[in-house]
């Protein structure tokens, strides 16, 4: 008799949940983990071998348990990126932003406590929560996918949250929440507020970093490498916050998290950051391109200032995505009724998405069509 979930002794909570992930299927047009699709130059790729090589005899010994190059490395390039000072001292990073995420819940959240997020949002924060036991409590998104202002303060009053995220560029929605929205946010948070930036390099906005002086005692800003810096498969998240909550985290962290190969890899790939970051701009050209030729074509597209794109409207989005899919562009279903989401690829592949798209406009809705 082969074992099944049922027959273990699962926490009740998890129980009829499914694991998190998006399909991963081999098709032609691979649109559906918001990956930058442009592979690491040839130099960098050379480099990462030479450390590689350089760290290898010392793979014997742990790793530095407190990553402190490459935490001076990360200060460094946000200091640059945001016009913000910023020390090593307020950097933590861990195995994604996924993991930082998860260590900030462990600190601040758990067990008797509560998270808000404005949905639709970010689809591991839930998972994150469950993870961590912490309620997860959603305050639904306007009709135009931003944030209804109103309802968030009132949501903040009522259930006084723990811990309040706010994703900005959106997943999956790509819109900005306005620096001024999300100071007003961390005024009616009764806890701490972190702000998810994972795509900040794709867009024009100002970081949250630069309210950090302001609430030191309540805002993290937290941050990838898996998107804009062609590094989703180096697994490197980290946060900006004041000093005290990296202290808040280490209490939390696995030790020895991050890998000798993570560490060096990071700072390999910084040092290279001017090259790899020239491809956000032709990404972000590629992106306005598609949107204007999913208009002309009649579809609802979300504005975005991500690498990503949300449209619609469908009648059966799982059936339009199934579509797609028989195209060979696989795209992401995120569970919006009527939505789905397209990462924007190389140009030969957002051309096939597009022609793809042209053949599909009878999955629209009559509502849907035609609007911007």
Request: net charge negative; aromatic share 8%.
């Amino acid at each position: 008799m082969s074992l099944s979930l049922e027959n273990l002794p699962l926490r009740p909570e998890l129980r009829g949940r499914s694991a998190y992930g998006a399909p991963q299927l081999k098709v032609a047009n691979q649109l559906n983990t918001n990956e930058n699709p442009y592979p690491p130059s040839a130099e960098l790729v050379e480099e990462l071998v030479s450390e590689v090589r350089r760290i290898a005899p010392q793979l014997n010994r742990y790793p530095d348990r407190d990553v402190v190059e490459l935490r001076e490395a990360l200060a460094d390039y946000v200091t640059e990126r945001t016009g913000v000072e910023v020390t090593a001292a307020q950097v933590w990073a861990a195995n994604g932003s996924n993991e930082v995420l998860q260590q900030l819940l462990q600190a601040f959240a758990g067990p008797g406590r509560s998270a808000l997020g404005f949905t639709p949002s970010y689809s591991m924060h839930p998972v994150l929560s469950a993870g961590t036991q912490t309620e997860f409590l959603e305050c639904p998104r306007g009709a135009d996918f931003r944030i209804d202002m109103a309802a968030a303060r009132h949501a903040i009053a009522e259930h006084q949250p723990n811990v309040v995220f706010v994703t900005t560029p959106n997943n999956p929605t790509g819109d900005v929440t306005e620096l001024g929205d999300i100071e007003e946010l961390v005024k009616a948070a009764p806890g701490i507020v972190i702000v998810d930036e994972a795509y900040a390099e794709f867009s024009d906005g100002p970081s949250a970093v630069r309210l950090l002086a302001d609430y030191p005692d309540k805002l993290i800003v937290s941050r990838t490498m898996s998107k804009a810096f062609d590094f989703a498969g180096g697994r490197l998240g980290y946060f900006v916050a004041d000093p005290a909550f990296v202290e808040a985290v280490m209490l939390v962290r696995l030790p020895y998290h991050l890998s000798a190969l993570s560490q060096a890899a990071a700072l390999v790939a910084l040092r290279h950051r001017a090259a790899t970051l020239e491809t956000v701009a032709e990404l972000a050209a590629e992106r306005d391109r598609v949107v204007a030729g999913l208009r002309e074509l009649g579809y609802r597209v979300v504005d975005s200032q991500s690498n990503f794109i949300f449209f619609g409207e469908f009648s059966d989005q799982a059936a339009a995505w199934q579509a797609f899919l028989d195209r060979e562009v696989l795209i992401r279903d995120v569970g919006q009724a009527g939505f789905l989401r397209a990462t924007v690829g190389l140009p030969g592949e957002n051309d096939a998405f597009l022609a793809a798209a042209a053949q599909l406009t009878d999955y629209q809705t009559d509502a849907g069509k035609g609007r911007a």
